[in-house]
């Protein structure tokens, strides 16, 4: 799961700003998950995706490598930067997990950023 810390997500593209949200990976599968990547990417209102992007300063490296045993969870919470005069419209936020390259996901969670 993916999800913002105060939705709805509405920044000024013009000033840009900062996203704070929550990242929540489980393992349901009756067995353990092992060796697969987490990632984050833009989809952006132009078409086509930018990433994998993780906040910068956060400590981590994109993509992650991930290992759960079954009915484990992990949580994060990280923030995300927007610079300014960004084009207005509809930015959707990813959060995956699976293989990294070739893409082969096991799950995808999003939540919309508005830019006006």
Known sequence: DVFPVKPPVELSAATGGTVDFNVRISNIHPTALIGFYVWAVVEVPWGG???PIIPPGSGITSPVYVQLDHGQTIELTLHQWFP?????????YHVRAGTYAPQDLL????FDIELV
């Open 107 to 110: 799950d995808d969670a999003w």
């Open 84 to 92: 300014p005069n960004l084009p207005a419209g509809t930015y959707n």
């Open 49 to 51: 995706f930018y990433g």
